[in-house]
């Protein structure tokens, strides 16, 4: 676990992190990306974070990916490539540096190291997990495979390397029903997210799924009743969900996709109030690019990717810790399921 004040004290020693309004000015174009969320007075003690990391991030030669859940100024103020977790992968595969700092959780550094194997990849908190992927192991993939034999497995990105490897092809929440639709079999084991897969069963009728009973502990909190109620009251408010929700959440909403998808969404349609049924960062950093939609309602926080702090950031990219390491014999497997996904999104065309 991170030493908090050891890292404080040693940070304090090499760089100046006091707030800043002197940097906040100089940088003011990034905290134009947040502004709506992000009040002037505290870019200004972000600022000298950013300004250190960045400066930083060049002298180590790193390539910083970010996930759409990130804080604001995380999200806008270091990465260098924004996305959900299937076009993190896909950068993954392109990165050129020779340093891939992970600003997202534990699955997603595992998913650039099995594509990266040769490059370091940093994990700024060790502990920024996710409750799909401590839900299974790899002895849980062999229970699926025992009880549906023949079935191919189609495993969640939001997963372990080990799970990764004893499985026939990832998914994502982006291209998952395109995926089991495309593969040659009438029984498709998804797993670990039962939701998503519940989710996916109504998209592609014609197939018996069968899932793994793991559950994101930040969609399943949501209600459809909580929306119904929601609607009553703003009959105008467009409402958007991410498939780790429970279907019947996911049978309230006006659009249900990706973390990438709902962006999309947001930015074609231009709701004039949009209720975001995922995590609170999603809002926050697409509010800026839609000045006209008002983001309204409930969110929840994923308590593993709020524990990627600027700080915690830089920390890494100063000590170069803690690079994510992944056991040699499970790398060929798990890139082969990741990389089956890619082709197979590239096909599909989603
Ligand atoms: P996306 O692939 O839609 O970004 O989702 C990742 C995730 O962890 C959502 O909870
Ligand atoms: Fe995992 Fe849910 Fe957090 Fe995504 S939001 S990282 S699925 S716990």
Redesign the pocket.
């Known amino acids: 676990m991170l030493d908090l004040a050891h890292m404080r004290a040693e940070l304090a020693r090499h760089y100046d992190l006091a707030p800043s309004l002197k940097l906040a000015e100089q940088t003011s174009d990034i905290w134009q990306g947040m502004s709506r969320v992000v009040p002037f007075p505290d870019w200004a003690i972000h600022a000298p974070y950013v300004v250190a990391i960045n400066r930083l991030k060049a002298e180590r030669d790193a390539v910083i990916l970010g996930h759409n859940?990130m804080s604001p100024q995380v999200f806008h103020g270091i990465c260098d490539v924004v996305g959900d977790s299937l076009q993190l992968a896909v950068k993954a595969q392109e990165v050129k540096a020779s340093v891939i700092v992970q600003c997202g959780?534990h699955f997603m550094a595992e998913t650039s190291k099995v594509l990266n194997p040769q490059k370091t990849v940093l994990m700024p908190d060790m502990e920024a997990g996710?409750?799909?992927?401590e839900s299974i192991t790899a002895e849980g993939v062999a229970q699926m495979r025992a009880r549906y034999p023949g079935a191919p497995v189609v495993t969640y990105v939001?997963t372990t390397a080990e799970v990764k490897a004893a499985s026939d092809i990832c998914c994502t929440s982006s291209n998952a029903a395109q995926i089991v639709a495309a593969l040659d079999a009438d029984t498709v084991i998804m797993l670990p997210d039962q939701y998503l897969a519940q989710n996916v069963a109504k998209q592609v009728p014609h197939k018996r799924i069968v899932w793994w009973e793991g559950s994101?502990?930040?969609?399943e909190q949501f209600t459809a009743k909580e929306l119904r109620e929601f609607r009553d009251w703003n009959p105008d408010t467009r409402i958007i969900a991410h498939p780790?929700c429970p279907p019947d959440v996911v049978a309230e909403a006006d659009y249900t996709g990706s973390t990438s998808g709902i962006i999309a969404y947001v930015g074609r349609e231009q709701p004039q109030k949009a209720l975001l049924v995922t995590?609170c960062s999603m809002a926050s950093n697409i509010a800026d690019a839609h000045p006209k939609v008002d983001f309204v309602g409930p969110c929840m926080m994923?308590p593993?990717?709020k524990m990627i702090t600027l700080e915690k950031v830089l920390w890494s990219l100063h000590t170069m810790t803690t690079p994510v390491d992944v056991a040699p014999e499970l790398i060929k497997g798990a890139a082969l399921a990741v990389e089956r996904m890619i082709e197979m999104s590239r096909q599909v065309a989603v």
């Open positions: 859940y959780v996710c409750s799909l992927a939001n994101c502990i930040v969609h780790e995590e994923c593993y990717m």
